[in-house]
């Protein structure tokens, strides 16, 4: 039986390991290196974990699988939340798995909750926590649908670890000097034990679901190390100048005893395998270690990204892997595609990763298939109607806010919803980015940039877009608008600190408030200018202004004022290229690499020199060098294939030239090389022809986009096509009759999206004999003549509902959207009418004109997607959730047939109302937005 184990940790970096290993300390992980193949392992940017595992589990980039950053907002649009995996819109490995009937576990992955009802067990990342205090039992909360199945979930939830359950001698291995510290002011010792427990519950839950449940497949997550790296990476040796010799001293342990705790953890999990199971282990990226650590973070969210290093760690040990060998050029998009392949499945084509065929003996027969999305049977995933994308939830909460059929959640939940959605664009941006698809990272940014014009980082962000794209003068108009707006703020941000320090003159320091002590640092930092940054930006633009000694002389003033970084010297380097002072960049790309041994962009440069040097062994050695630590960069493979090419290995250059059009298809230089090469080399007229016409293709497209930017079309690479379903059909249901006697104790609930036509069934069954709760505050209008029939409590209704015991045996009108905050200690019965969805988005819209409001920033596409998932996810809840009795009925039937409909509603509330009355109020005058 094949059995593969997939282990996750977080930030783990080979810059700490190495040492570890060589000092015996990590045993366990030594074994597996020596045992099977190690590489750097390429992260994806940005580097943020939720996006970058759920990449490990999918094999595709954020824009195609859905998560972008550590929240989301709650689809109600009361408030945000972390970030679950309901936003998830394809099918990670365990899916794929569960589909072909290969029992497999999922331990921790992040984000992995809710749990999905996958064929084995899932443990969702909130398992561990949040540490509440534990209860007489020894017990403490456990998360809602955090286990699945629910068998074990009692059992599994006594397995963890708890900080208060831990012991002195959990903690001094990290902190041999406990007794330096102040524990009354210093709670570090806190996040120690919380990071212990974080992984000491993911590893007891991994030991006994491996031990007592069947499995071919097993991923387990550890989130501690990044945690750790966070908190402490600055106390790790050497000693960093801004670091307190006292809080070096105390915790100086904690990094390598964090990898240490790890590697045990790691060899109580290898216990649980056997010689026929293939382990990988994986890190999404690494952390700064040395020099290169920051002093500041930046005051954003994700902000501590910064610490992060753009290569992970990869070992790879099984049956038929090689042993104690390198493979180069391996990006965590490859875990999933390498996995299959290990099952003898076939790649999604539609995955932007490749099988690690390097890390085999003897090399698995690989097979495609267009899409595993595609592929009908049942994958063991949450149901269509729950991933309803929260965004999208937010939009339709504002068109029923603007509607008036709801009430404007509160303002600060709003903010942060706003917030939440604005980080998640910039997010989906930087991985456009990452992919080189700077058109659409820019349709975002510049929406961005204009709501948001001081947030610097967006407006930077526009900047290296347009840069990219050669918009040289839109990126100088971008940068001159953003620096002086910077100055600007600088100025306000001063006096406001100033206010401040004079507020608060002749204060002891215990007295200011926390609040106030974040305020004043927040402030010091705003109403301070990088300027050593501000000169980085000025060369680089310069630079593509082709202003070459001008561009030298700011970078040359930022490296003098303090700005020593990587990207600064690539930056020179390319400047000494440009200018032919080619020894001089060779030594600017050799810095780079002190500072980072494995940066692919110097090896690049060196291959460039070399190329222009003709020293074509050297130029393919770097250029080889380059695409091994990042694979997914089409200008190395495009020079490799130029040195190729001139040393007379014409069938590699071919190969590498195909590789760099694949990575980016719009690549004049690759196309003309080809083309020469099939003129002169390998004679071939037609192919030949065919790659000038695509070379002149590409050169259009580019100089159409410095000109014009054509408008972005979305595709299948950018945004998920939406359902353009009219309406949902509901599947009609009996329910027992009711008495008069049990009428007169029911609440009677009209339901139905905005425009759909409540207001009619509202006036039916008044006519029919049923009072109303009503209390017309909103006045008849054009858009209902008749009447709006509403009572303005219940847009309250997610706050309070005590309102409904007053509305026994009345007939009161609610939308679907709020049916879940219902007082569950009354009955129900709900008339829910449906309307074709366009002919009630043609409605809504109308009304909003008329009112000059905007609604949702959807369009009708969009928001007929979004209403049919929430009509399906309410269906659900009504009919398998709470099981309220439902009617449901036609919006056209009731026209059309109103005596019908009339003697349908009749029998469903007892069988003692009005019918004729209830038909005759039924206009069909009044039917307008008629969709035929």
């Given at each position: 039986?094949?059995n593969?184990?997939l282990?996750?940790w977080?930030?783990?970096?080979?810059?700490?390991?190495?040492?570890?290993?060589?000092?015996g300390?990590?045993?366990n992980?030594?074994?597996?290196?020596?045992?099977?193949?190690?590489?750097?392992?390429?992260?994806?940017?940005?580097?943020?974990?939720?996006?970058?595992?759920?990449?490990?589990a999918?094999?595709?980039?954020?824009?195609?699988?859905?998560?972008?950053?550590?929240?989301?907002?709650?689809?109600?649009?009361?408030?945000?939340?972390?970030?679950?995996?309901?936003?998830?819109?394809?099918?990670?490995?365990?899916?794929?798995?569960?589909?072909?009937?290969?029992p497999?576990?999922?331990?921790?992955?992040?984000?992995?909750?809710?749990?999905?009802?996958?064929?084995?067990?899932?443990?969702?990342?909130?398992?561990?926590?949040?540490?509440?205090?534990?209860?007489?039992?020894?017990?403490?909360s456990?998360?809602?649908?955090?286990?699945?199945?629910?068998?074990?979930?009692?059992?599994?939830?006594?397995?963890?670890?708890?900080?208060?359950?831990?012991?002195?001698?959990?903690i001094?291995?990290?902190?041999?000097?406990?007794?330096?510290?102040?524990?009354?002011?210093?709670?570090?010792?806190?996040?120690?034990?919380?990071?212990?427990?974080?992984?000491?519950?993911i590893?007891?839950?991994?030991?006994?679901?491996?031990?007592?449940?069947?499995?071919?497949?097993?991923?387990?997550?550890?989130?501690?190390?990044?945690?750790?790296?966070?908190?402490?990476?600055?106390?790790?040796?050497?000693?960093l100048?801004?670091?307190?010799?006292?809080?070096?001293?105390?915790?100086?342990?904690?990094?390598?005893?964090?990898?240490?705790?790890?590697?045990?953890?790691?060899?109580?999990?290898l216990?649980?395998?056997?010689?026929?199971?293939?382990?990988i282990?994986?890190?999404?990226?690494?952390?700064?270690?040395?020099?290169?650590?920051?002093?500041?973070?930046?005051?954003?969210?994700?902000?501590?990204?910064?610490?992060?290093?753009?290569?992970?760690?990869?070992?790879?040990?099984?049956?038929?892997?090689?042993?104690?060998?390198?493979?180069?050029?391996?990006?965590?998009?490859?875990?999933?595609?390498?996995i299959?392949?290990?099952?003898?499945?076939?790649?999604?084509?539609?995955?932007?990763?490749?099988?690690?065929?390097?890390?085999?003996?003897?090399p698995?027969?690989?097979?495609?298939?267009?899409?595993?999305?595609?592929?009908?049977?049942?994958?063991?995933?949450?149901?269509?109607?729950?991933?309803?994308?929260?965004?999208?939830?937010?939009?339709?909460?504002?068109?029923?806010?603007?509607?008036?059929?709801?009430?404007?959640?509160?303002?600060n939940n709003?903010?942060?919803?706003?917030?939440?959605?604005?980080?998640?664009?910039?997010?989906?941006?930087?991985?456009?980015?990452?992919?080189?698809?700077?058109?659409?990272?820019?349709?975002?940014?510049?929406k961005?940039?204009?709501?948001?014009?001081?947030e610097?980082?967006?407006?930077?962000?526009?900047?290296?877009?347009?840069?990219?794209?050669?918009?040289?003068?839109?990126?100088?108009?971008?940068?001159?608008?953003?620096?002086?707006?910077?100055?600007?703020?600088?100025?306000?941000?001063?006096?406001?600190?100033?206010t401040?320090?004079?507020?608060?003159?002749?204060?002891?320091?215990?007295?200011?408030?926390?609040?106030?002590?974040?305020?004043?640092?927040?402030?010091?930092?705003?109403?301070?200018?990088?300027?050593?940054?501000?000169?980085?930006?000025?060369?680089?633009?310069?630079?593509?202004e082709?202003?070459?000694?001008?561009?030298?002389?700011?970078?040359?003033?930022?490296?003098?004022?303090g700005y020593?970084?990587?990207?600064?010297?690539?930056?020179?380097?390319?400047?000494?290229?440009?200018?032919?002072?080619?020894?001089e960049?060779?030594?600017?790309?050799?810095?780079?690499?002190?500072?980072?041994?494995?940066?692919?962009?110097?090896?690049?440069?060196?291959?460039?020199?070399?190329?222009?040097?003709?020293?074509?062994?050297?130029?393919?050695?770097?250029?080889?060098?380059?695409?091994?630590?990042?694979?997914?960069?089409?200008?190395?493979?495009?020079?490799?294939?130029?040195?190729?090419?001139?040393?007379g290995?014409?069938?590699?250059?071919?190969?590498?030239?195909?590789?760099?059009?694949?990575?980016?298809?719009?690549?004049?230089?690759?196309?003309?090389?080809?083309?020469?090469?099939y003129?002169k080399?390998?004679?071939?007229?037609?192919?030949?022809?065919?790659?000038?016409?695509?070379a002149?293709?590409?050169?259009?497209?580019?100089?159409?986009?410095?000109?014009?930017?054509?408008?972005?079309?979305?595709?299948?690479?950018?945004?998920?096509?939406?359902?353009?379903?009219?309406?949902?059909?509901?599947?009609?249901?009996?329910?027992?009759?009711?008495?008069?006697?049990?009428?007169?104790?029911?609440?009677?609930?009209v339901?139905?999206?905005?425009?759909?036509?409540?207001?009619?069934?509202?006036?039916?069954?008044?006519?029919?004999?049923?009072?109303?709760?009503?209390?017309n505050?909103?006045?008849?209008?054009?858009?209902?003549?008749?009447?709006?029939?509403?009572?303005?409590?219940?847009?309250?209704?997610?706050?309070?509902?005590?309102?409904?015991?007053?509305?026994?045996?009345?007939?009161?009108?609610?939308?679907?959207?709020?049916?879940?905050?219902?007082?569950?200690?009354?009955?129900y019965?709900?008339?829910?009418?449906?309307?074709?969805?366009?002919?009630?988005?043609?409605?809504?819209?109308?009304?909003?004109?008329?009112?000059?409001?905007?609604?949702?920033?959807?369009?009708p596409?969009?928001?007929?997607?979004?209403?049919?998932?929430?009509?399906?996810?309410?269906?659900?809840?009504?009919?398998?959730?709470?099981?309220?009795?439902?009617?449901?009925?036609?919006?056209?039937?009731?026209?059309?047939?109103?005596?019908?409909?009339?003697?349908?509603?009749?029998?469903?509330?007892?069988?003692?109302?009005?019918?004729?009355?209830?038909?005759?109020?039924?206009?069909?005058?009044?039917?307008?937005?008629?969709?035929?």
């Amino acid at each position: 039986m094949k059995n593969v184990l997939l282990i996750g940790w977080d930030a783990a970096d080979w810059d700490v390991i190495n040492p570890l290993i060589d000092a015996g300390q990590m045993p366990n992980l030594k074994s597996l290196i020596n045992d099977g193949v190690i590489g750097d392992l390429a992260t994806l940017y940005p580097e943020l974990s939720p996006m970058l595992w759920t990449s490990i589990a999918t094999g595709k980039r954020a824009y195609k699988h859905g998560i972008y950053g550590f929240t989301e907002p709650r689809p109600d649009g009361q408030g945000i939340r972390p970030i679950s995996n309901l936003s998830r819109k394809t099918k990670a490995i365990w899916n794929i798995l569960s589909q072909n009937n290969i029992p497999g576990h999922v331990i921790g992955w992040w984000p992995s909750h809710p749990v999905e009802p996958i064929h084995g067990v899932m443990v969702s990342n909130l398992y561990p926590g949040p540490y509440t205090s534990i209860d007489d039992n020894q017990n403490w909360s456990l998360a809602p649908g955090s286990i699945h199945p629910d068998r074990i979930a009692h059992n599994l939830s006594m397995l963890r670890w708890h900080p208060q359950k831990l012991n002195t001698a959990h903690i001094l291995p990290f902190v041999p000097n406990i007794e330096m510290i102040d524990q009354e002011k210093d709670h570090r010792l806190e996040i120690i034990a919380n990071n212990i427990c974080d992984s000491g519950s993911i590893k007891e839950a991994a030991v006994a679901v491996m031990h007592h449940e069947p499995w071919e497949f097993a991923a387990v997550y550890f989130v501690g190390i990044d945690h750790f790296s966070h908190g402490f990476m600055n106390f790790h040796p050497p000693l960093l100048p801004w670091v307190s010799k006292k809080d070096y001293e105390i915790y100086h342990n904690v990094i390598n005893n964090a990898y240490i705790f790890h590697d045990i953890l790691l060899g109580q999990l290898l216990q649980e395998t056997n010689d026929d199971t293939t382990i990988i282990l994986v890190s999404d990226h690494g952390f700064q270690s040395g020099e290169l650590r920051p002093k500041n973070i930046p005051i954003e969210p994700a902000g501590p990204v910064v610490q992060h290093r753009q290569y992970g760690v990869l070992v790879m040990k099984g049956p038929n892997i090689k042993a104690d060998e390198i493979i180069y050029g391996p990006n965590l998009l490859d875990i999933c595609p390498t996995i299959l392949s290990l099952f003898d499945l076939p790649i999604g084509e539609d995955m932007d990763g490749k099988p690690l065929i390097d890390a085999f003996q003897k090399p698995p027969k690989l097979r495609t298939i267009q899409s595993w999305d595609n592929v009908k049977g049942d994958a063991k995933m949450h149901s269509p109607e729950q991933h309803l994308d929260p965004t999208l939830s937010v939009q339709i909460m504002d068109q029923l806010v603007d509607l008036g059929y709801i009430d404007k959640p509160h303002e600060n939940n709003q903010q942060a919803i706003k917030e939440t959605i604005r980080e998640q664009n910039f997010n989906l941006a930087r991985a456009y980015i990452d992919t080189n698809m700077h058109l659409a990272a820019i349709k975002l940014l510049e929406k961005m940039y204009k709501e948001w014009p001081d947030e610097f980082r967006f407006g930077l962000g526009l900047v290296n877009c347009y840069l990219a794209i050669d918009k040289i003068s839109k990126a100088r108009k971008t940068f001159d608008e953003l620096v002086e707006r910077k100055r600007q703020n600088v100025l306000k941000f001063k006096e406001e600190l100033e206010t401040i320090k004079k507020n608060n003159l002749g204060k002891d320091p215990q007295d200011i408030s926390d609040s106030e002590t974040r305020k004043i640092y927040q402030l010091q930092r705003k109403s301070s200018i990088n300027l050593s940054v501000i000169e980085y930006l000025k060369g680089a633009i310069s630079f593509a202004e082709k202003k070459y000694t001008i561009a030298l002389n700011h970078l040359q003033r930022a490296e003098n004022m303090g700005y020593i970084n990587p990207n600064l010297y690539l930056q020179i380097g390319a400047i000494y290229q440009k200018m032919n002072r080619l020894h001089e960049a060779k030594s600017c790309y050799d810095r780079v690499l002190d500072f980072d041994s494995n940066n692919a962009s110097a090896f690049l440069g060196k291959c460039q020199c070399a190329i222009s040097e003709n020293d074509n062994e050297n130029a393919a050695k770097n250029a080889l060098t380059a695409i091994g630590y990042q694979y997914f960069f089409p200008k190395a493979h495009y020079y490799l294939a130029m040195a190729l090419h001139r040393l007379g290995r014409i069938t590699s250059s071919i190969e590498a030239l195909q590789t760099a059009i694949y990575q980016n298809s719009y690549f004049p230089a690759a196309y003309e090389l080809l083309a020469t090469i099939y003129t002169k080399n390998n004679p071939d007229h037609k192919k030949a022809e065919m790659y000038r016409k695509k070379a002149k293709k590409s050169q259009d497209h580019i100089e159409k986009i410095k000109h014009d930017t054509p408008p972005i079309e979305l595709n299948e690479q950018d945004i998920s096509l939406l359902s353009t379903t009219s309406f949902f059909d509901f599947n009609e249901r009996s329910y027992p009759p009711i008495s008069n006697e049990e009428l007169s104790e029911t609440v009677i609930i009209v339901s139905g999206l905005p425009r759909s036509g409540t207001s009619m069934i509202m006036q039916m069954i008044q006519a029919g004999g049923v009072p109303l709760m009503v209390d017309n505050k909103r006045s008849k209008d054009e858009n209902n003549p008749k009447g709006y029939f509403e009572f303005e409590p219940t847009k309250q209704l997610p706050k309070d509902n005590k309102f409904l015991e007053n509305a026994k045996g009345k007939g009161i009108k609610i939308i679907p959207q709020l049916l879940k905050y219902l007082n569950p200690n009354l009955s129900y019965r709900i008339i829910f009418i449906k309307r074709d969805l366009d002919e009630v988005i043609a409605s809504q819209h109308k009304m909003l004109s008329q009112d000059n409001k905007k609604g949702a920033n959807l369009s009708p596409d969009e928001l007929k997607s979004a209403y049919n998932k929430q009509l399906k996810q309410i269906q659900d809840f009504l009919d398998t959730g709470i099981k309220l009795p439902t009617h449901y009925v036609s919006h056209r039937k009731c026209i059309e047939k109103p005596s019908e409909i009339a003697e349908s509603i009749n029998d469903f509330l007892g069988g003692t109302l009005d019918v004729e009355k209830m038909a005759k109020v039924v206009s069909r005058e009044l039917y307008r937005q008629r969709i035929t």
